[in-house]
């Protein structure tokens, strides 16, 4: 067992540990509904990690680089990074806003959210913003577009890749109704990893995503809504899209980029072994 092996082997097992501890403490005697919902946000989570890293173990040797958090800078490049980040904000923006046009809001998980959150301020917050900010935007992108997306675009193609990893990540939000906006959002951050080649610039745009939807929660600012908003944010995503693609096209990448993406094209049946 390699070095990288035996790291991973420990994460996940003190990921899995902690998951099901937490999950524990999440239980009816926890002391209000929030501790509850992030309790058990964060247990799922850390149970997710413990997946994902489980699942790069038994694909070879050099797990982190089946994950895209071990294959170099990104080929996109910091304006790169920036632009889909913003462009994540906006479909996610609009997104919302048809949702609320709909009328099923209320009766999504996310529904509850703001009369949970609202007015949370110190730790508790905090605890809010690491449980249903960071460690969603880490421990899913780790297994849908680290572990699912990776393997299934080196021996399917990336097509196939980006939108199964999408529709998983669509089932692991659980409500029906937040499943599709989260799969529609899914194929925007599969496209983002991999004109990447990494994972890491899906996790900061989930990430930054995440945190912002908390903290407006939080502060109970209601951003604009209504058909205009919907169209800016949708064209706003879609142009982000494009630009960083260009970046990527023009020069943003690293030069060991081109070697991650022939390592994807040459062994059809493992992405890094």
């Given at each position: 067992m390699?070095?990288?092996?035996?790291?991973?082997?420990?994460?996940?097992?003190?990921?899995?540990?902690?998951?099901?501890?937490?999950?524990?403490?999440?239980?009816?005697?926890?002391?209000?509904?929030?501790?509850?919902?992030?309790?058990?946000?964060?247990?799922?989570?850390?149970?997710?990690?413990?997946?994902?890293?489980?699942?790069?173990?038994?694909?070879?040797?050099?797990?982190?680089?089946?994950?895209?958090?071990?294959?170099?800078?990104?080929?996109l490049?910091?304006?790169?990074l920036?632009?889909?980040?913003?462009?994540?904000?906006?479909?996610?923006?609009?997104?919302?806003?048809?949702?609320?046009?709909?009328?099923?809001?209320d009766?999504?998980?996310?529904?509850?959210?703001?009369?949970?959150?609202?007015?949370?301020?110190?730790?508790?917050?905090?605890?809010?913003?690491?449980?249903?900010?960071?460690?969603?935007?880490?421990?899913?992108?780790?297994?849908?577009?680290?572990?699912?997306?990776?393997?299934?675009?080196?021996?399917?193609?990336?097509?196939?890749?980006?939108?199964?990893?999408?529709?998983?990540?669509?089932?692991?939000?659980?409500?029906?109704?937040?499943?599709?906006?989260?799969a529609?959002?899914?194929?925007?951050?599969?496209?983002?990893?991999?004109?990447?080649?990494?994972?890491?610039?899906?996790?900061?745009?989930?990430?930054?995503?995440?945190?912002?939807?908390?903290?407006?929660?939080?502060?109970?600012?209601?951003?604009?809504?209504?058909?205009?908003?919907?169209?800016?944010?949708?064209?706003?995503?879609?142009?982000?899209a494009?630009?960083?693609?260009?970046?990527?096209?023009?020069g943003?990448?690293?030069?060991?980029?081109p070697?991650?993406q022939a390592?994807?094209?040459?062994?059809?049946?493992s992405?890094?072994?």
């Open positions: 390699t070095r990288d092996q035996r790291a991973a082997a420990a994460i996940a097992a003190v990921a899995l540990v902690s998951g099901f501890a937490v999950l524990s403490s999440a239980g009816p005697e926890a002391s209000d509904l929030l501790i509850r919902l992030t309790l058990g946000a964060l247990g799922a989570e850390l149970l997710l990690v413990a997946v994902a890293i489980g699942g790069a173990l038994l694909g070879g040797p050099r797990p982190w680089r089946r994950l895209g958090l071990g294959v170099g800078p990104s080929r490049g910091p304006r790169g920036a632009l889909l980040v913003l462009g994540t904000l906006a479909l996610s923006h609009a997104l919302d806003g048809c949702l609320r046009m709909s009328g099923l809001a009766q999504t998980i996310l529904g509850e959210l703001p009369h949970i959150v609202a007015g949370e301020r110190g730790g508790r917050l905090l605890l809010v913003l690491a449980a249903l900010g960071l460690a969603p935007a880490v421990a899913e992108e780790l297994l849908c577009r680290g572990l699912v997306q990776r393997a299934l675009t080196a021996r399917f193609g990336a097509g196939i890749g980006i939108a199964a990893a999408a529709s998983v990540f669509g089932v692991l939000h659980v409500d029906p109704i937040h499943g599709v906006l989260a529609v959002l899914g194929l925007y951050l599969g496209l983002a990893a991999h004109w990447a080649g990494n994972s890491w610039v899906p996790i900061v745009c989930h990430a930054a995503n995440n945190l912002a939807a908390v903290g407006l929660t939080a502060t109970a600012l209601d951003p604009p809504g209504g058909p205009a908003s919907i169209v800016i944010g949708l064209g706003l995503a879609g142009f982000c494009w630009r960083a693609r260009r970046e990527g096209s023009d943003g990448s690293s030069p060991k980029a070697g991650v390592t994807l094209q040459r062994e059809p049946g992405v890094d072994r």
